[in-house]
């Protein structure tokens, strides 16, 4: 610990001169600020890195004034679109809100990013629970999904230049509202609800209906309803019906004449495949049967003949997007890489778009989560004491000089978990911990589980879904492990990147 000890009754004017002049004078005042907190403290060694991590940022700031533009937290240049769209993102999952994945990263993180450069953002997804910041708009409108008509409300909340809708109906609300410990997809990992097909049919059919009839004003750049000019962004087969229903209930009418449908493959391993039999539940004319018709060698879910959503969409959008460069590769190259969709995505063509993480979240320098704010200059003072927080906190013992290994993801094939489950045991036996969290196949959760058990003093699985330990992981551990068979993007590396984790 730094023994420095001030007096507040005799610095204050010894500091006043330094405090006026030089780089360093916010990080001074800062300093200044720790020392004469009830009367007289020593400065610790967090105090000590603030004031380094401040006076590093100054001088970012101050560097960036001399290049013409203002920096905030880091260089901040606003890049203004010459022309703003109207764009529409439609997804299962957007975080906060809801997440398995990164799907659900991507549509919490980009919209944003896309509202600061001036164009005018919307996300659309199922209301699974009382989001307490989302209000009711008191819009409801009738639907026809299957033989029934379902009505429909639509809450609403606006966040960091994004209007964010949720659609409201029982078969969202009521099937994974938080206290029926279900997921969103079905009633426990791996498992999905029978009625997928309908629940999805309405979501793609809300979201077709939201621009046209929400009169949104909380943005003082916009107001009213987005209207049909507008450029959907369709995210994963579940939104597959998106350009089909564009193309037959509305544009026949003269509506929606120019809009557009970008779809975006987030994970080709999950299709949308069910009985061909099912079609007559989507309410499409025959002429779209061809696009969903798929024939492959598996039983499930039924045997022979299918429909295949996502190659649907794949087929019905003006345009197909993956989320990086290597994946759309990956896609086209054979059918174990492209699932038996690659001759499909060869014929209508793909462009990779590296993901990007939500850089407000994921910053070293501001993370709510974690005790210790740091960046490059100050991350070698900073790791240590916050490898002893993440230890203290998951119960191991403190020990800033044993390696800390990490591993945050879905428990299943893709992720590697298996590989992950034996491995541990032939690297445990060294000058190691690990700590391993995530949610997903129940087999894998109870090995997770086991691991406490089995290596006390070297291991913890934490089985649940923990914002504020995943980034105590990042930022505390030393590695993190990704034993990942296929990635198409992984946002777990590019938080790593940027919080200092090999």
Not at 31 to 41: A, T, W
Request: some cysteine.
């Amino acid at each position: 610990m730094a023994t420095a000890v001030a007096a507040s009754s005799f610095v204050s004017r010894s500091y006043g001169h330094e405090v006026a002049s030089g780089l360093n004078s916010k990080a001074s005042q800062m300093k200044f600020r720790c020392m004469k907190h009830s009367g007289l403290r020593s400065l610790n060694i967090i105090d000590d890195l603030q004031v380094k991590t401040m006076a590093s940022k100054l001088a970012t700031s101050r560097q960036a004034g001399r290049n013409g533009f203002r920096s905030q937290n880091g260089p901040s240049l606003m890049i203004v679109c010459g022309v703003g769209l109207n764009i529409l993102f439609v997804g299962t999952e957007v975080a906060p809100w809801s997440k398995t994945g990164g799907l659900g990263d991507v549509l919490g993180g980009l919209p944003p990013a896309l509202a600061a450069n001036g164009h005018r953002v919307m996300t659309i997804a199922p209301r699974y629970d009382q989001y307490k910041d989302a209000w009711d708009t008191d819009v409801v409108i009738e639907l026809k999904v299957g033989d029934k008509i379902e009505k429909v409300r639509f809450f609403h909340c606006h966040k960091r230049g994004v209007d964010r809708v949720f659609v409201d109906h029982p078969w969202f609300l009521a099937k994974v509202w938080g206290k029926t410990q279900s997921k969103i997809y079905g009633p426990r990992t791996g498992e999905d609800y029978q009625d997928n097909q309908l629940r999805f049919s309405l979501l793609c059919q809300a979201a077709l209906e939201a621009p046209r009839i929400l009169n949104l004003n909380s943005n003082k750049y916009f107001s009213g309803p987005y209207g049909e000019d507008v450029v959907f962004v369709a995210n994963d087969w579940h939104t597959s019906l998106i350009p089909c229903y564009l193309k037959t209930m509305y544009k026949p009418k003269g509506m929606y004449k120019s809009a557009k449908v970008v779809f975006c493959i987030h994970n080709i391993a999950y299709q949308g495949r069910f009985a061909f039999e099912d079609f007559g539940l989507l309410n499409l004319p025959a002429q779209f049967k061809s696009s969903f018709d798929f024939i492959d060698g598996y039983n499930k879910p039924v045997r022979g003949r299918k429909i295949n959503w996502m190659k649907a969409g794949i087929l019905e959008s003006d345009m197909v997007l993956t989320v990086s460069p290597h994946y759309a590769q990956e896609l086209v190259s054979g059918e174990d890489k492209g699932v038996e969709l690659d001759n499909i995505i060869r014929k209508t063509g793909i462009k990779g778009i590296v993901n990007g993480m939500d850089v407000q979240e994921w910053n070293p320098l501001t993370d709510k989560y974690i005790g210790v704010k740091y960046d490059a200059s100050t991350v070698m003072d900073a790791k240590p004491l916050l490898k002893e927080a993440l230890q203290a906190e998951v119960g191991l013992p403190v020990d800033r000089n044993i390696p800390v290994i990490g591993f945050i993801g879905r428990l299943e094939e893709q992720k590697g978990s298996d590989i992950l489950a034996a491995a541990i045991p032939h690297f445990i036996k060294e000058n190691v911990q690990i700590i391993v969290l995530g949610t997903g196949k129940k087999p894998m959760e109870k090995q997770l589980e086991q691991l406490e058990i089995l290596y006390p003093e070297k291991a913890r699985g934490v089985a649940k879904f923990n914002i504020p330990l995943a980034h105590m992981i990042i930022a505390g551990a030393d590695f993190i492990l990704i034993p990942s068979r296929f990635e198409p993007c992984g946002l777990i590396q590019l938080h790593a990147m940027r919080y200092g984790t090999v």
